[in-house]
């Protein structure tokens, strides 16, 4: 083992366990490795940088507009609403009714958004009805998962491993490739919830505040629930050292961090990312705030209102079809050959896209920076040199080479298996891009070791580093509904271990029949 390797190999684990302990955003955590390997001459800077002018990388960004655009359009409100049921429903019907909706919409656009809007619909819907929202919160996030891993742009992951998979020299992923593995992954995954979420998943979590009684004395302050974004900045500091009401005029009555409920002695409450404020606020706080990036969801009990017209909604859903459908044909042979000049794949199709949304103001043109999640690109943008690092070191090669010799004697469908494992046990500690970036390189190495069609290694690193439903930490949308649902850490691993060894068992033995060695 070189210098170089071990070099990796250390930085590698000094990342690994500053992820797991949140104490940067993972975005720096990944730059400042990144340029550790920089220094000790692991990395060129052309190297270091490529990934920020990756086409993976600028698609996802572009998509975050795309997905704010008909998040702002009032589009999807219209759908869930639609979908929920009236009257007394049963929990099977009504799952049946809006996890497999869900599951489709989320397969082209960002999971966040859906169950940011999603999530306090469907929590006012069950409340109506009377019916525990404990029972569709966490099936609301895994379903968007679920879908997001059908498509090439249902996920970041899958882009950022299309854009490896190019950048290695080998022809990227279509639209609907991954769909082989993922749609029959997304549909065991809806059955298995509609079959045993309504015993795994906890009945009704009392998500009152206990102050509800001091209202009164509040004037014209009402209830606003507010989940904490990577971007507020009082994270990891106490409810003492940050005075909210300070920064945000509004009084801070309750905190629900991993499922435990603070409404006492709150100055020694640690502020994290994910957790859900319950607030008393006037009506300006919505309002104010609702487009900030400082919280991912605001929610006080009332519908929001989109300031769109009808003809511009279904407008934002044309441009989406469009967006698809140009994307899908555009990658056939015909038209390849037709249109030799121009590659119309989603790179062109969600630029144009794009473009158009923010010159017919479908979303807010002086407001777009907003929008994206910086933290994610850096961290995809860095992914990449990371991948890169571990192969210019040998690492990688070292890795695929101990996981052949010790699964030897059982052939490709172990080392599938294997590869699978790992990465999903990173996703399900760190983040998910990260997961890929550590994941295909090995992947890359075993397939040439051995020889064979690197495609099925590479399906299994996006199906593996989004398959993330053990912990809320998982995902962010895990994090979300955690709180919105005051959910504790071990619901979700009563109702996602299983998911996860559905999904890896379905993975490792359809990929190969798929997609040959």
């Not at 298995?192 to 206990?210: A, C, I, Q, T």
């Not at 100055?267 to 008393?280: C, P, R, Y």
């Not at 209102?305 to 459908?325: D, G």
């Not at 062109?348 to 479908?362: D, E, G, R």
Request: proline fraction near 5%; charge should be neutral; include cysteine.
């Amino acid at each position: 083992m070189s210098f170089d390797a071990y070099l990796v190999l250390f930085g590698l684990i000094a990342m690994l366990t500053v992820l797991i302990l949140d104490k940067m955003r993972p975005g720096l955590v990944l730059l400042s490795v990144v340029v550790f390997f920089l220094c000790a001459g692991i990395l060129t800077p052309k190297e270091m940088l490529e990934g920020f002018s990756n086409k993976g990388m600028i698609t996802v960004a572009m998509l975050f507009l795309v997905s704010e655009g008909i998040r702002q359009s009032g589009a999807l409100e219209h759908v869930i609403k639609k979908l929920l049921p009236s009257g007394k429903p049963t929990l099977f019907n009504t799952q049946l009714r809006i996890l497999p909706s869900i599951a489709f919409i989320s397969a082209f656009l960002n999971n966040t958004p859906v169950v940011v809007i999603f999530a306090p619909i469907i929590k006012r819907w069950a409340e109506k009805v009377r019916v525990p929202a404990t029972k569709f919160l966490i099936p609301l996030s895994y379903a968007t998962v679920l879908g997001g891993i059908c498509t090439l742009i249902g996920t970041s992951t899958n882009l950022v491993v299309h854009g490896m998979i190019i950048d290695a020299g080998y022809e990227g992923f279509s639209m609907f490739e991954i769909a082989w593995v993922g749609l029959p992954i997304a549909i065991a995954g809806i059955i298995y919830m509609l079959l045993f979420s309504n015993k795994l998943l906890p009945d009704v979590r009392d998500n009152n505040s206990d102050d509800d009684s001091d209202e009164g004395n509040l004037g014209n302050l009402h209830r606003v629930e507010a989940v904490l974004s990577s971007r507020f900045p009082g994270i990891n500091k106490t409810v003492k050292e940050f005075n909210f009401t300070r920064h945000y005029g509004a009084i801070v009555k309750e905190i629900r961090s991993g499922g435990i409920r603070y409404t006492r002695d709150l100055d020694s409450v640690v502020f994290h990312e994910g957790d859900t404020l319950i607030l008393w606020a006037d009506d300006t706080f919505i309002p104010t705030w609702g487009d900030s990036s400082v919280f991912v969801l605001l929610a006080n009990g009332t519908d929001r209102e989109s300031p769109m017209s009808k003809k511009k909604r279904w407008f934002a859903l044309i441009l989406l079809f469009i967006m698809i459908v140009g994307a899908t044909i555009g990658e056939l042979p015909a038209v390849k050959e037709r249109i030799p000049g121009i590659k119309l794949d989603m790179f062109f199709f969600v630029c144009v896209t794009t473009i158009i949304m923010a010159w017919t103001k479908i979303f807010p043109p002086k407001k777009y920076t907003k929008y994206i999640s910086w933290d994610i690109l850096i961290t995809i943008a860095c992914a990449f040199a990371i991948s890169k690092a571990m192969e210019n070191s040998g690492l990688a090669a070292m890795a695929a080479g101990y996981i052949i010799n010790l699964s030897h004697s059982y052939g490709p469908y172990a080392l599938l298996a294997m590869l699978y494992l790992i990465v999903n046990a990173v996703t399900e500690l760190i983040t998910n891009n990260a997961a890929a970036a550590l994941g295909f390189p090995v992947a890359l190495s075993v397939a040439m070791q051995l020889g064979v069609d690197p495609t099925p290694f590479f399906i299994t690193i996006c199906i593996a580093a989004s398959a993330a439903f053990s912990t809320p930490i998982g995902y962010q949308t895990n994090l979300i509904v955690q709180g919105v649902g005051g959910y504790k850490f071990t619901d979700f691993v009563k109702v996602g271990l299983p998911l996860n060894i559905i999904c890896f068992l379905l993975s490792v033995f359809l990929i190969p029949l798929i997609w040959k060695f």
